[in-house]
């Protein structure tokens, strides 16, 4: 019994991608029932073939990517995921970053990725990150088992991101430091612009109704209300 306790979870272990989406992204429905590896190697897919055979030489059996393991016309689903995506993250064996426009030379701080309101918490969440360039190359061939306990990397990623190494070794979602993380989410930006608040609900732990179509502006203030009500700290509406 303890065997099975012990192999059942490990068995299970899965990896996530974090990414800067880009042209031809493949759904659900796109790659539903297909063996992914039949099909052409273009844009995203060609993305996402790179990811899983990554985490399959990596030794790992599942893994999760956001563009087609998520049911975008099912709101429900959506409602779902956008509140549980930060768990998912962190309960993820490892996530791998593919930075698209890095090469195997260059460095991850000229990456958009940085510059993202959703990888925000695809950096904080995970507890295991591995960077890999355009090439599907690990950054600098460093091989370390993870890249967010290799110090000439952490030194970068406080760098760019202007987060205290503290934060990306050890995060904890909630209500602490809530002006530090506005001003973190500050230098970032999304594509639809409710997604600005959307993309902090697991930062801050909170479980509101996601309403596509209301304004950034609305958006953001709801998140600031349920920060103030819960903490107390009128200061995080100066951030």
């Given at each position: 019994m303890e065997l099975i306790h012990a192999e059942v979870p490990r068995h299970f272990q899965y990896v996530t991608l974090s990414h800067r989406w880009g042209a031809g992204e493949p759904s659900l429905r796109d790659i539903e029932n297909r063996k992914i590896y039949n099909m052409s190697a273009m844009e995203g897919l060609g993305k996402l073939q790179g990811f899983c055979a990554v985490a399959c030489r990596r030794g790992y059996s599942w893994a999760w990517s956001d563009t087609c393991c998520i049911d975008k016309h099912s709101s429900a689903e959506v409602q779902e995921t956008i509140g549980s995506m930060f768990a998912w993250y962190r309960q993820s064996a490892l996530t791998i970053v593919y930075l698209s426009d890095v090469p195997d030379t260059g460095s991850i701080g000229s990456s958009e990725w940085f510059s993202r309101g959703w990888t925000l918490q695809e950096l904080l969440a995970p507890r295991t990150v591995l960077f890999y360039t355009r090439n599907w190359s690990l950054y600098k061939n460093l091989t370390s088992a993870n890249h967010k306990k290799d110090a000439a990397v952490l030194e970068e990623l406080e760098s760019v991101a202007r987060i205290e190494p503290r934060f990306l070794t050890d995060f904890s979602p909630g209500m602490d430091n809530a002006r530090s993380k506005l001003q973190w989410a500050s230098l970032r930006r999304t594509t639809r612009p409710e997604d600005v608040a959307y993309a902090l609900f697991g930062i801050?732990?909170?479980?509101?109704?996601?309403?596509?179509?209301?304004?950034?502006?609305?958006?953001?203030?709801?998140?600031?209300?349920?920060?103030?009500?819960?903490?107390?700290?009128i200061s995080v509406l100066d951030w």
């Open positions: 801050f732990a909170v479980h509101l109704p996601v309403l596509y179509g209301e304004s950034a502006e609305h958006a953001l203030g709801r998140l600031l209300t349920e920060i103030v009500s819960h903490s107390g700290d």
